[in-house]
């Protein structure tokens, strides 16, 4: 069985960014695991409540077969740990296929792994601001996938995202 593993904010993830292609991953019988900077309970805009299984900084790359950074208000705030970024780019360099919906395509673009990359992002002006500062060649299409990298605009997308996902680690 694959393990996926998905990483939340602690406060302002997006509820149905999280919960839609976590149901869909797990219909196509991967495993998914929820992290974030601490185990406390995180919670999403719309009120969701989920309890992260790990820390950010106790993740072993080589356990899991595919990365999902979930959007929302305070996916932002994840840059502001050296953890998150670090995460990021192992999983980049062992080629694993990385996926973020909403505004963590800019975490991914903060984490230097978008550079020369097609990919879309929720068009905040920020980080539409840091795709130009990275290179990253922005689309705004829906879903993107460039690569072992899949990014997508917002929740409105949220069950193709799944999908996606799900095809990129057949």
Not at 9 to 35: C, G, H, S, Y
Not at 144 to 156: F, Q
């Amino acid at each position: 069985m694959k393990k996926v593993l998905f990483l939340i904010a602690q406060q302002n993830f997006r509820d149905e960014e999280l919960k839609i292609p976590k149901k869909i991953l797990e219909e196509n019988e991967l495993k998914v695991t929820i992290t974030s900077i601490t185990t406390e309970e995180a919670r999403g805009m719309l009120g969701f409540r989920i309890k992260p299984t790990l820390m950010v900084r106790e993740v072993n790359v080589n356990y899991y077969d595919g990365l999902v950074v979930i959007g929302g208000a305070g996916s932002p705030k994840l840059v502001d740990y050296p953890e998150v970024l670090n995460l990021i780019k192992r999983f980049n360099e062992q080629k694993k296929p990385i996926a973020a919906i909403c505004l963590a395509g800019y975490v991914l673009a903060k984490a230097g792994i978008l550079k020369g990359r097609n990919a879309t992002v929720f068009p905040s002006d920020f980080a539409l601001a840091e795709y130009r500062r990275h290179g990253v060649k922005y689309s705004d299409e829906s879903i993107v996938v460039d690569g072992n990298i899949i990014t997508a605009v917002g929740p409105e997308v949220a069950e193709e995202f799944g999908k996606q996902i799900v095809k990129i680690l057949a």
